[in-house]
């Protein structure tokens, strides 16, 4: 019993969150089409990325 209802769980929660990420992958490819980033920029953004995760653990 408990392992369906964990099963449903992980399927609902899946079903739910596609639409968001395709969303989201959609948005940041119009983003990036828009305007190219430089590599430096994406560097920079990505070791502000790994500092902030790295301070929020």
Known sequence: MQTSSLILGIVIGVVVATPFAW???????????????????RNTALEKASLASSTID
């Open 23 to 41: 969303f989201i992958g959609r948005q940041r490819s119009v983003l990036l089409s828009g305007k190219v980033q430089s590599l430096e920029e």
